[in-house]
């Protein structure tokens, strides 16, 4: 169930109509769509500053025992829950908002054979629909920027843990200098973004149950990623059919413009959290 005029704003603003189609052409075009494998997908469906590398380095730190049940909140496309699979050996359950990306998400796990493994399902992650203690696992990459309500995320992403389980945070947060250019990958306006310090961060997370374990910034290493985009995009003579300009209309280069400069003024950075559901 969707509820709430900002859930229904935010998730207006990532329906991009006739996704599927617009993926499936960019895979036709680099010559993928045969073939198709969850890495070939991952200029499309990490939709995260960093993408794949930051993926693998983050999953990485969890620890993962094969199996294990994971959630992954706000799983966009389903890159990271088909990572999990694919990768880690573990089930994984998405839960998204949006409910194109669920629809093209679930198309792209049944064609690279990962239905067995992966489910998404349209929802929010302020009313996520398991009963407590039921993952092993969670993961939520880029998404609580658009959550008003963080108290409330966090409480139910605790809830439906078992305790002692680990849960990834890999999230854009408001930096030390005043500030937002719009618009931006994840908001046209103010209205539906809503970033909190790495402070307010650990405080949200401590009164919901978790103890941190292990934290980064990751501003520097996404702004070395983001100009090696460039470069590779400037040697090739322009960005390749298959990447998330086709998640982002025609204000695409504008979003990532603004988000590039606010890092670099320090306006917002990058964090990554572990953190360990309190027993
Ligand atoms: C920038 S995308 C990141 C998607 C994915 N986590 C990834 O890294 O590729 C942000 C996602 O968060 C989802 N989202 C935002 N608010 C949400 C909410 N309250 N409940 C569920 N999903 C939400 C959006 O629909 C969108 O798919």
Same mark, same amino acid.
């Given at each position: 169930?969707?509820t709430?005029?900002d859930?229904?704003a935010?998730a #207006?603003?990532?329906?991009? %109509?006739?996704?599927?189609?617009?993926?499936l #052409?960019?895979?036709k075009?680099?010559?993928?769509?045969?073939?198709?494998s969850p890495?070939d997908l991952?200029p499309?469906?990490e939709? =995260?500053m960093g993408?794949r590398?930051a993926?693998?380095?983050?999953?990485?730190?969890?620890?993962?025992?094969?199996?294990?049940?994971?959630? !992954?909140?706000? /799983?966009?496309?389903g890159?990271?829950a088909?990572?999990?699979?694919a *990768?880690c050996? /573990?089930r @994984?359950?998405?839960?998204?908002?949006t409910a194109?990306y669920?629809?093209?998400g679930?198309m792209l796990?049944e064609r690279?054979?990962l239905?067995?493994?992966?489910?998404?399902?349209v929802?929010?992650?302020? $009313?996520l629909?398991w009963p407590e203690?039921? &993952? %092993?696992a @969670?993961v939520t990459?880029?998404v609580a920027?658009?959550? @008003? !309500?963080r108290?409330r995320l $966090?409480a139910?992403?605790?809830?439906v843990?078992?305790?002692?389980s680990?849960f990834a945070i $890999? %999230?854009?947060?408001?930096g030390?200098?005043e500030?937002l250019l &719009?618009p931006?990958p994840w908001?046209?306006?103010? *209205?539906?973004? &809503?970033?909190?310090?790495?402070g307010?961060m650990r405080?949200l997370? !401590?009164?919901?149950? &978790?103890e941190?374990? =292990?934290? *980064? !910034?990751?501003?520097?290493?996404?702004l070395?990623h983001?100009?090696d985009?460039?470069?590779?995009?400037?040697a090739?003579g322009g960005?390749?059919?298959?990447?998330?300009?086709l998640?982002q209309g025609p204000t695409?280069?504008?979003?990532s413009?603004?988000?590039?400069?606010m890092?670099?003024?320090?306006?917002i950075?990058l964090?990554?959290i572990?953190?360990?559901?309190?027993a």
């Amino acid at each position: 169930m969707v509820t709430g005029v900002d859930e229904t704003a935010v998730a #207006d603003h990532y329906t991009v %109509d006739g996704l599927g189609m617009l993926i499936l #052409d960019a895979l036709k075009a680099s010559g993928k769509l045969n073939t198709l494998s969850p890495i070939d997908l991952a200029p499309v469906d990490e939709f =995260h500053m960093g993408g794949r590398i930051a993926t693998q380095h983050i999953i990485g730190l969890m620890n993962l025992p094969r199996n294990a049940n994971v959630l !992954d909140v706000g /799983c966009g496309l389903g890159g990271v829950a088909r990572y999990l699979a694919a *990768e880690c050996g /573990c089930r @994984a359950t998405g839960i998204d908002l949006t409910a194109e990306y669920v629809r093209v998400g679930t198309m792209l796990t049944e064609r690279t054979g990962l239905a067995d493994k992966v489910d998404l399902r349209v929802g929010s992650a302020l $009313y996520l629909p398991w009963p407590e203690a039921t &993952f %092993d696992a @969670a993961v939520t990459f880029h998404v609580a920027m658009n959550i @008003a !309500d963080r108290p409330r995320l $966090y409480a139910e992403i605790a809830r439906v843990l078992r305790p002692g389980s680990p849960f990834a945070i $890999y %999230d854009v947060m408001q930096g030390p200098k005043e500030g937002l250019l &719009f618009p931006l990958p994840w908001a046209e306006t103010e *209205e539906t973004s &809503f970033l909190v310090t790495a402070g307010e961060m650990r405080s949200l997370l !401590d009164n919901a149950g &978790f103890e941190i374990v =292990h934290e *980064e !910034d990751r501003r520097e290493i996404a702004l070395k990623h983001h100009r090696d985009r460039l470069a590779a995009q400037s040697a090739a003579g322009g960005p390749p059919p298959l990447g998330l300009h086709l998640l982002q209309g025609p204000t695409a280069s504008l979003k990532s413009r603004n988000m590039v400069n606010m890092l670099e003024a320090n306006q917002i950075t990058l964090g990554a959290i572990i953190a360990r559901r309190r027993a």
